[in-house]
Antibody, heavy 122, light 114 residues
Framework: QVQLQESGPGLVKPSETLSLTCTVS????????WIWIRQPAGKGLEWIGR???????NYNPSLKSRVTVSVDTSTNQFSLRLSSVTAADTALYYC????????????????WGQGILVTVSS | DIVMTQSPDSLAVSLGERATINCKSS????????????LAWYQQKPGQPPKVLIY???TRESGVPDRFSGSGSGTDFTLTISSLQAEDVAVYYC??????????FGQGTKLEIK
């Protein structure tokens, strides 16, 4: 059973960089897209970006200038960096696996972490 | 971006009754070359991440009870729970994956027991 677990600081100061890691267990990170999604308190879901295991990336245009997603296949981890954060970036951050066309379509997210709450505050 | 709009924002249904949630996309998510609608439904229970229920607008994910069904095409879609159970209390989201990879979700519909 594939499992994902987010880790990282729960508090980030304004203007600094948010850094999170997602550790994947129970399956290989190769041949899939890996996703970051966030959810502000009481609000909906926002797709942040994705990385394929080979290293290609795509980002939400509204965040593109501040986002970097990277993958480390040797440790089965992938990471999110979001720079110049403001209070508007306070949210529950999820990592997830994209089905990637393997057993369901690209763009469907079949495994999720439990989420990590990141608060931007001084 | 394709904007997804759900209705209603919240819904209260009696146990055993039918629940219906609607989702409208700002442009068609029907891909003409394969005649598939790139529309999914997720369920998010309190304190949990979302769980995919349906994709291709009407294909149930493995393990999802058959009381959940999806319908619609083009820009208008519906999630139906045929006989509401207590464990179905959740927020439901539709998502388009037509505009790859700029995926977008609806604002969510909160389903409660009446």
């Amino acid at each position: 059973q594939v499992q994902l677990q987010e880790s990282g600081p729960g508090l980030v100061k304004p203007s600094e960089t948010l850094s999170l890691t997602c550790t994947v267990s129970g399956g290989s990170i190769t041949n899939y897209y890996w996703i970051w999604i966030r959810q502000p308190a009481g609000k909906g879901l926002e797709w942040i970006g994705r990385m394929y295991s080979s290293g290609s990336t795509n980002y939400n245009p509204s965040l593109k200038s501040r986002v970097t997603v990277s993958v480390d296949t040797s440790t089965n981890q992938f990471s999110l960096r979001l720079s110049s954060v403001t209070a508007a970036d306070t949210a529950l951050y999820y990592c997830a696996r994209d089905c990637s066309g393997v057993r369901c379509p690209i763009g469907i997210f079949d495994y999720w972490g439990q989420g990590i709450l990141v608060t931007v505050s001084s | 971006d394709i904007v997804m709009t759900q209705s209603p924002d919240s819904l209260a249904v009696s146990l055993g009754e039918r629940a219906t949630i609607n989702c409208k996309s700002s442009q068609s998510v029907l891909y003409s070359s394969n005649n598939k609608n790139y529309l999914a439904w997720y369920q998010q229970k309190p304190g949990q991440p979302p769980k995919v229920l349906i994709y291709w607008a009407s294909t149930r994910e493995s393990g999802v009870p058959d009381r959940f069904s999806g319908s619609g095409s083009g820009t208008d879609f519906t999630l139906t729970i045929s006989s509401l159970q207590a464990e179905d209390v959740a927020v439901y989201y539709c998502q388009q994956y037509y505009s790859t990879p700029q995926y977008t979700f609806g604002q969510g519909t909160k389903l409660e027991i009446k």
